[in-house]
């Protein structure tokens, strides 16, 4: 069993940046995928960018790539999402996820955290 807690959402202005955490417990496996998703209202549940924990393979939707950076710390066991230039567009829910391969598909993280609100304004 995985726990996955996000947190350092909040309000942000557009063009600002914001560091999310995914402090990540229980069982994991060498080569599982730390990903991160969002939610805007009305809106399905959008890939944002993934890690491969044992390798230093990181891949990134389109929409937040040169913007947003996924990096780790192994000894804390926490993921992180750098968000800088937000928009307004990147408001949502944030979520971490984890999963067993490589994927752009929520389907394929079997385990999630409660997610962190960002609200960017403009």
């Known amino acids: 069993q995985v726990q996955l807690v996000e947190s350092g959402g909040g309000l942000v202005q557009t063009g600002g940046s914001l560091r999310l955490s995914c402090a990540v417990s229980?069982?994991?496996?060498?080569?599982?995928?730390l990903g991160w998703f969002r939610q805007a209202p009305g809106k399905e549940r959008e890939f944002v960018g993934a890690?491969?924990?044992?390798?230093?393979?990181?891949y990134y939707a389109d929409s937040v790539k040169g913007r947003f950076t996924i990096s780790r710390d192994s000894a804390k066991n926490t993921v992180y999402l750098q968000m800088n230039s937000v928009k307004p567009e990147d408001t949502a829910v944030y979520y971490c996820?984890?999963?067993?391969?490589?994927?752009?598909?929520?389907?394929?993280?079997?385990?999630w955290g409660p997610g962190t609100q960002v609200t960017v304004s403009s």
């Open positions: 890690k491969l924990w044992s390798l230093t393979i990181t």
């Open positions: 229980g069982r994991t496996f060498n080569n599982y995928v």
């Open positions: 996820a984890v999963g067993s391969r490589r994927s752009y598909a929520a389907s394929d993280f079997g385990s």
